[in-house]
């Protein structure tokens, strides 16, 4: 069956420290995958996009990698800071399925500690 | 990036009454948008894909008649619910795709539907 996962539905980290969150997907080819930011209730904003022909994509503290053969897409981000708290979702699209459309893993929700 | 925004942000209606909620793209042509449903600590759900001047997708057990999904232009996209009850009230987010950002897709801030 077709997943996509998040693995740790949360993860807490000390201020400064680099969070490392983890996508992983099944039966999926995705043509690209992307990663947003959602604050309780409010809508998910886009952060980074990585197609499936690059390795690694950087914005400022934000790093991601996506690796086709371990079907697997890690978000980093470096010098965290308690604003950095939220949940994160990967979100990939599978053109090759007739999926044109957004699928999302559940989430990993971060709290940075002081 | 772009900017997506939705109206009303919170909205409280009696039961077996109609919502109506917009979604607007303020400066981009927004060429698809997309309905989701997310409940409490879940994740997004899609309830249906809609392009400009075309009938919209809906996804398997979404209602289209309880559901109705306008996208008349390149910037706005409706979407009513009709005969409103209690398990409707959920947080209803439209996002967008479309002229220049073919690949990218954006989101608005969202809408609280409660159903007394």
């Known amino acids: 069956s077709q997943k996509i996962e998040q693995n740790s539905e949360a993860l807490n980290i000390q201020e400064g420290k680099t969070a490392t969150l983890t996508c992983n997907y099944t039966?999926?080819?995705?043509?690209?995958l992307q990663w947003y930011r959602q604050d309780p209730g409010r809508g998910p904003v886009f952060l980074l996009l990585?197609?499936?022909?690059?390795k690694e994509k950087r914005k400022e503290r934000l790093k991601v990698t996506f690796d086709t053969t371990l079907k697997q897409s890690l978000f980093h981000i470096t010098a965290s800071q308690p604003a950095d708290s939220a949940t994160y979702l990967c979100a990939l699209r599978d053109l090759s399925g007739g999926y044109n459309k957004l699928i999302f893993g559940a989430g990993t929700r971060l709290a940075v500690h002081p | 990036g772009a900017v997506v925004s939705q109206h009303p942000s919170r909205v409280i209606c009696k039961s077996g009454t109609s919502v109506k909620i917009e979604c607007r793209s303020l400066d981009f042509q927004a060429t698809t948008m997309f309905w989701y449903r997310q409940f409490p600590k879940k994740s997004l759900m899609l309830m249906a894909t809609?392009?400009?001047?075309?009938?919209?997708?809906?996804e398997q057990g979404v209602e289209k008649d309880k559901f109705l999904i306008n996208h008349a232009s390149l910037t706005l996209s409706t979407l009513t619910v009709t005969s409103a009850h209690p398990e409707d009230s959920s947080f209803y987010i439209c996002?967008?795709?479309?002229?220049?950002?073919?690949?990218?897709?954006?989101f608005g801030p969202g809408t609280r539907l409660t159903v007394l």
């Open positions: 996002s967008a795709r479309g002229t220049p950002y073919y690949n990218e897709q954006f």
């Open positions: 809609s392009n400009e001047g075309s009938k919209a997708t809906y």
């Open positions: 039966n999926y080819s995705p043509a690209y």
């Open positions: 990585i197609r499936e022909n690059e």
